[in-house]
């Protein structure tokens, strides 16, 4: 029935159950999916939605490594948008919103043609353990399945327990049963768990909605995609989103169902995404507010289920309703279903290792919300990362692992790893000090050479990779070589009332002033023949305005990176004692036994270790 032994077998078919699997499959590995139901595959629990602001950046990263949720976002979509284009580069953030039955489907379709992947459905409850190393897991068939290395990708299921005003029950999502043995096998191996909070608006009927009442939200008029592969294609055509707003009126109902809140009432006692509140939450936390913005999200191309993004609520599904009545063009809505509330466990990742495997327990990886995170683009990142060293593991090869000047995954998993979470962690580009360095425009340049040399980025996207970087490399030569006379700048610059020139001078200087953009440059017309006479795509053009425009900035940051990375390269020995150094702080001694970490950068950015207890430790090393 099974392999006598998997190489990798990963527990959870979420986004990052799916991207583990897909991942360790594509490098070799004979690898295990198992879930509860292979009917939900990939299923989008809350938003209809892949990308963001910081989230998009994630996605183009798992793209450039060799992942599917780019291709799978980009074949499924049903509205594209590049959000913050007003400003700059580093701020760009792609977004696709998705059709939820299709993602689902491209995902099996997808893992079913990878090979070395087999699926099993079922319950796992519990894990086997010997002598401090994974073995396998067992079912509630008693079912037990060996493997070399597993990877838990539970999500919200690990004893779930969904909420609905004054009803609750166990549930890992709606209609789906919570699981349960898997905690109570990880605390006796002596890991430390806690309980977070997250919610989901109600789902309606869209022909029971006024759109003439709402704000039209369109795609973008000329949309890009996620996938730096050349087997998706942008959208052709788009649907609309809409946007309305509660009101005062809103606000008076949903609080008159705050005493049978379990928000409220005390029933749920765990933290919930602070960047994504409830409903309830916003009109508590911000009373001054007249009104709250409700995104309406169609469900995809086929179905009239929309999705009320703002409304996360956990109140009684009468309260809801008569609220959601009360909003401008909700008047005669109807519930496809209502909104909950979910706590579940999760276990602090400063038990983990860099490369997402667990101290405790080698062979162990965590990947997801069981690490206290939250959104489908966070979990995917996870899960590639450990199913990529789960194999490398399997295989006696080098870890791999991010640095925080090289990937937004990179800083994820540091800031779990380093800081820990006592509430679900959300990426924002403000996390990243290196943001310049981290575009959403860049991750093939990046990380496809990594990717390529583990074997998961194919010849193809390494050789259209180089070619991309190459051309934009020739681009800016180009601008930085090439004059322009006085007059033919001045008559740009007149028309962008920039400040005229007396002289010649370079197209790279004209360039990097910032009234100036590419398409001005395209009406040049020796920009406009080497573009013709090089046959440059648009990727090339862009890329090539970025490198001119942010020169500066990318210099700079570029230097504090190099800095960094000299800290990094400081190791700090795998047992070192830290409680022989009393001229260090009690709360830093602590903290660093705590969470040992690998190099003295690492050790700098854990909360409570001063810069001080940084210079002692370096003292203390020979440094």
Request: aromatic share 8%; proline share 4%; glycine share 8%.
């Amino acid at each position: 029935m099974f392999k006598e032994v998997y190489d990798v077998l990963v527990v959870g078919a979420g986004h990052a159950g799916c991207e583990a699997a897909a991942a360790a499959a594509n490098m070799g590995c004979s690898t295990l999916l198992v879930t509860m139901n292979l009917q939900n595959i990939a299923q989008m629990s809350c938003n209809p939605a892949m990308g963001g602001i910081a989230k998009g950046q994630i996605v183009r990263e798992i793209d450039a490594l060799g992942g599917y949720s780019g291709i799978v976002s980009d074949k499924t979509a049903i509205q594209f948008k590049m959000l913050n284009k007003s400003k700059g580069p580093a701020m760009w953030s792609p977004r696709v919103q998705s059709d939820r039955m299709r993602f689902a489907e491209e995902w099996r379709w997808m893992l079913e043609q990878t090979p070395n992947l087999d699926f099993y459905q079922e319950m796992v409850n519990g894990l086997l353990i010997e002598n401090g190393r994974v073995i396998g897991i067992t079912t509630v068939l008693g079912v037990n399945i060996k493997a070399k290395t597993v990877v838990l990708t539970n999500g919200t299921f690990l004893n779930g327990l969904i909420h609905i005003g004054e009803k609750q029950f166990g549930g890992g999502r709606a209609g789906e049963s919570a699981s349960f043995g898997i905690t109570e096998d990880l605390i006796a191996a002596g890991f430390t768990s806690g309980r977070m909070k997250t919610g989901t608006p109600p789902r309606v009927d869209g022909r029971s909605l006024d759109y003439t009442k709402m704000n039209e939200e369109k795609g973008d008029e000329q949309p890009a995609k996620f996938s730096y592969s050349p087997i998706t294609k942008p959208l052709s055509h788009q649907k609309s989103c809409h946007m309305t707003y509660t009101s005062l009126e809103v606000h008076d109902i949903l609080r008159e169902g705050f005493d049978r809140s379990p928000m409220f009432n005390g029933r749920i006692k765990s933290l919930g995404p602070r960047y994504c509140p409830s409903i309830e939450d916003k009109i508590n936390r911000f009373a001054d507010k007249e009104r709250h913005q409700l995104f309406v999200e169609p469900e995809g191309w086929n179905t009239v289920e929309v999705y009320v993004n703002g409304f996360s609520t956990s109140l009684p599904e009468d309260v809801q309703f008569k609220a959601l009545r009360s909003v401008a063009g909700f008047e005669k809505v109807k519930f496809f279903r209502p909104g909950y509330a979910i706590e579940y466990d999760y276990f602090a990742p400063t038990q983990l290792k860099h490369t997402l495997e667990t101290k405790l327990v080698d062979g162990l990886f965590f990947a997801g919300q069981i690490n206290g995170t939250t959104g489908y683009e966070e979990a995917a990142s996870q899960g590639l990362m450990a199913g990529i060293n789960a194999a490398l593991r399997v295989q006696e090869k080098e870890p791999f692992i991010l640095k925080r000047d090289e990937a937004y995954i990179g800083v994820l998993i540091d800031d779990l790893i380093t800081k820990g979470t006592e509430e679900p962690y959300r990426m924002f580009t403000s996390r990243a000090e290196f943001r310049t360095l981290l575009r959403q425009d860049n991750a093939d340049f990046r990380l496809t050479p990594k990717s390529h040399a583990m074997g998961l980025a194919s010849e193809d996207r390494l050789r259209r990779m180089e070619y991309k970087l190459a051309e934009s490399e020739k681009m800016v030569a180009f601008y930085k070589e090439t004059s322009i006379t006085a007059a033919e700048a001045n008559g740009l610059l007149s028309q962008k009332d920039s400040a005229l020139v007396s002289q010649s001078d370079k197209m790279f200087k004209l360039f990097s002033r910032p009234q100036i953009d590419l398409q001005d440059m395209l009406t040049l017309d020796k920009v406009k023949a080497y573009v013709e006479l090089n046959q440059l795509d648009e990727e090339v053009l862009e890329q090539a305005e970025i490198q001119v425009k942010y020169s500066g900035y990318i210099e700079k940051e570029r230097n504090n990176a190099n800095k960094l990375t000299r800290l990094e390269d400081v190791k700090i020995p795998e047992f070192f004692d830290y409680s022989k150094i009393k001229s260090m702080s009690i709360e830093a001694r602590q903290k660093l036994t705590q969470i040992r970490p690998v190099t003295i950068s690492q050790a700098s950015r854990i909360s409570g270790v001063s810069p001080s207890d940084i210079s002692v430790l370096l003292i203390y090393m020979g440094r």
